[in-house]
């Protein structure tokens, strides 16, 4: 039993905070500054300026978050601080109101990502999609506009949409992410 366990104890979480771009950083230190546990996700960098100058730089891979880990309560307080705009909310959870409940981000999602980020050599880019592996969608704009299918994973880990043809198998498609919508 751990101490987050604990009768009486509340529960600590990872919040997503949304900030202003740019000031990732410096919320992250004031944050810090008032005891509270955050995460920047950054990556070092080799920046190279058309002067021909090089420095390492921690360049952010999330712009615009700043991860808390903190009680509900703490979460309720925080997002009155002038410099958090708000918390992200889930999407994807059913509240049965308008209101949708905030995000919340596992300890071994966080560990993982931290890992990665320190860990491999070569740029993290973050894909911001809702969708899975398997997930029923259909295109919202350009030539295949109302086309319904699902997403699929391919070998090398890119993902595409593909349209089932009971007989023949499937047909695939690279489709962009922001030109889908999940159904179902």
Same mark, same amino acid.
């Given at each position: 039993?751990?101490? $987050? $366990?604990?009768?009486?104890?509340? !529960? !600590?979480?990872?919040y997503v905070a949304i900030v202003n771009s740019r000031h990732e950083k410096t919320v992250g230190d004031k944050l810090q500054k008032i005891n509270l546990e955050s995460y920047v996700a950054t990556q070092k960098e080799m920046r190279v300026?058309?002067?021909?100058?090089r420095k390492l730089i921690d360049r952010v891979v999330i712009t615009g978050v700043?991860?808390?880990r903190c009680t509900e309560t703490e979460r309720r307080n925080i997002v009155k601080l002038p410099y958090i705009n708000r918390f992200m909310?889930?999407?994807?959870?059913d509240s049965g109101s308008l209101n949708r409940p905030v995000a919340v981000i596992n300890d071994l999602e966080?560990?993982?990502? !931290?890992?990665?980020?320190? *860990?491999? &050599?070569?740029?993290v880019e973050i894909n911001p999609t809702a969708f899975r592996v398997k997930d029923n969608v259909r295109v919202i704009r350009g030539?295949?506009?109302?086309? &319904?299918? &699902?997403?699929?994973?391919?070998? $090398?880990?890119?993902h595409t949409l593909v349209v089932s043809l009971s007989l023949l198998g499937g047909a695939t498609?690279?489709?962009?992410? *922001? $030109?889908?919508? !999940?159904?179902?």
């Open positions: 039993m751990g101490v $987050d $366990d604990a009768v009486g104890v509340p !529960k !600590k979480n990872w300026w058309s002067n021909g100058r700043v991860f808390v909310v889930n999407r994807t959870a966080i560990a993982r990502l !931290k890992f990665m980020l320190g *860990q491999t &050599e070569h740029p030539s295949l506009r109302g086309l &319904e299918g &699902e997403i699929r994973e391919n070998s $090398d880990g890119t498609v690279f489709i962009e992410p *922001q $030109d889908v919508e !999940k159904i179902g």
